[in-house]
């Protein structure tokens, strides 16, 4: 039986809860959210039991090793979390040529960063959740200690990982066939998948508020196994990592304020693109003009996101101005009736999983982790199930770049959770997971749901477009085929897809402030689903 093959169009509603909702792209993930809730958690006890349980039920995109980063709103207000990892002290660009490589390797040792997402863990139970850490983790635990059978899509991704580290032929991914390929394979859709070691690394974690990832027993297995490849990660990394609470970033889009997380993430280019976009002819429901101006707004937005975003105190131009009006009418004229390739901005002269969790109190998380590409570097520690993150990769080693290659420091970071206020307000989170499609799906997002005023499951399902490079556009293999050849004769590179997999993987819980109801849309190109009470 091919669990993939659907011959038909299928249609799914938004679902509707009051007392909680969880969104994410694995249906047991979801369950552990709403099963903590029901345990007397909050909703970010809930984010936290849901994105613990994806590092067990969704490895091929996320994992105890990797970064994540989280907008929460509590009592009225909107806090940022960035728990994404720095490169090593011992890894810098002189080290990376004097070893042979004139880019950072994608695999392996070479681009490991710090991971934070067991610190974030710990940071948002101490925080603002009301259970014990070890509490919102049992589900997770439960599940990496019985085991749970693969779903679809996860069945799918973990194979073609399998063929990648296959084929890359090395003995450093020798722990991850022993831990996700145990019988010489990679499980397939309905097989049972355990991990012990990951269990035990979870409760680890829990008991010790994620104190021994950092400091202890955890951080030894990571420190010896790194060392015994010749790689950078050190135990003293690991002890002097902090996470750190940042004021999230925001424009206002026709009434609506769409909130990021300020750089190194890339949560930015969605704001410049809205702001570029707003500056152009109303939006326009599936017609060619609005098509073709906000394929252009968002290429002007992310050329100069690439040029540059990275820590904030490195950025060649203040966040400030790449949100001002000014930069987005700047912007906004050079777009014309062709498809066009941008050069960066001219310098003023002064100068991954997602899921969303929603309460009944009002508390509101947008939250996402990744381990990058993946499975991440293909790193596993042994007996423990901690894969480890290849987020180096997106440094530069060209020194005039901002954001190239120092110890220490942050690389650019494709990660970004999304929320929606208005007039104060929460609407509530949302987010699309994927790599560089990040900042277009909520780019996608907020246009479905501000202009055209769709529900959010029909946000979610309505066909993508992805800006690739140049003039080159790849649209999904349900987008309508007379807007793509209408968008090929003003000069974009339509590219059809037979899969949608590289188009992002989206969730969405909107609450309606007079009712307290909350709405929710999931992913229709996963296993999406969403847990209610």
Avoid at 220 to 246: F, I, P, Q, T
Wanted: aromatic letters at 10%.
């Amino acid at each position: 039986m091919d669990y993939l093959y659907n011959p038909y169009s299928t249609i799914r509603h938004a679902a509707f809860a009051r007392k909680g909702m969880v969104a994410t792209s694995q249906p047991l993930a979801a369950q552990a959210g709403i099963e903590v809730m029901q345990k007397g958690g909050n909703a970010i006890d809930a984010a936290i039991a849901t994105a613990a349980a994806l590092t067990v039920v969704e490895p091929t995109s996320n994992g105890i090793g990797g970064d994540a980063f989280a907008l929460v709103w509590v009592k009225d207000e909107l806090h940022g979390l960035n728990a994404s990892g720095p490169a090593p002290e011992r890894l810098s660009v002189e080290v990376i040529k004097k070893a042979g490589y004139e880019k950072i390797p994608t695999y392996g040792f070479t681009p490991i960063t710090v991971p934070g997402v067991p610190k974030a863990w710990a940071e948002l139970a101490k925080r603002f959740g009301k259970l014990p850490l070890l509490e919102s983790l049992r589900p997770a635990i439960r599940y990496a200690d019985e085991g749970y059978p693969l779903t679809p899509i996860l069945g799918k991704y973990w194979r073609i990982a399998y063929n990648k580290f296959k084929a890359l032929n090395s003995n450093e991914f020798d722990e991850w066939f022993k831990t996700f390929a145990p019988d010489g394979r990679p499980p397939e859709t309905g097989d049972m998948w355990k991990s012990p070691g990951h269990a035990e690394t979870l409760r680890l974690i829990g008991e010790t508020k994620a104190d021994s990832f950092y400091h202890g027993q955890l951080a030894d297995a990571m420190d010896a196994h790194v060392a015994s490849h010749n790689g950078y990660l050190c135990k003293s990394d690991l002890e002097r990592y902090e996470v750190e609470w940042v004021k999230p970033i925001s424009t206002n889009y026709k009434g609506y304020d769409v909130w990021e997380i300020p750089p190194s993430g890339q949560g930015i280019v969605t704001l410049m693109a809205l702001n570029i976009f707003s500056e152009l002819s109303p939006a326009v429901p599936n017609t060619v003009k609005t098509l073709h101006e906000q394929i252009e707004a968002m290429k002007l937005a992310f050329v100069d996101g690439k040029a540059f975003i990275t820590e904030e105190q490195d950025m060649p131009i203040d966040v400030e101005h790449l949100l001002s009006k000014d930069y987005a009418k700047k912007r906004a004229a050079k777009i014309t009736d062709r498809a066009a390739i941008p050069a960066p901005y001219d310098l003023p002269k002064s100068g991954t999983i997602y899921l969303a969790a929603a309460d009944e109190e009002g508390n509101m998380v947008s939250f996402i982790q990744s381990n990058y590409m993946g499975f991440g570097s293909g790193i596993v520690v042994p007996g423990t199930g901690i894969a480890l993150q290849n987020r180096g990769v997106d440094f530069s080693l060209d020194p005039s770049h901002p954001n190239v290659l120092k110890p220490g420091k942050r690389s650019f970071n494709t990660i970004i959770p999304g929320f929606l206020t208005k007039d104060g307000q929460a609407i509530g989170p949302f987010g699309i997971m994927g790599g560089f499609m990040q900042p277009q799906g909520h780019f996608q997002v907020v246009i479905n749901t501000i202009d055209y005023e769709l529900n959010p499951q029909a946000t979610l399902d309505a066909p993508r477009w992805q800006w690739i490079e140049g003039n080159k556009v790849h649209v999904e293999p349900n987008f309508p085929n007379h807007l793509a050849q209408a968008l090929t004769r003003l000069g974009h590179e339509i590219i059809p897809t037979l899969d949608n997999g590289s188009f992002g993987r989206g969730q969405i819980i909107w609450r309606n402030p007079e009712t307290g109801v909350l709405a929710g849309g999931t992913e229709s190109r996963t296993d999406g689903t969403i847990a209610v009470w």
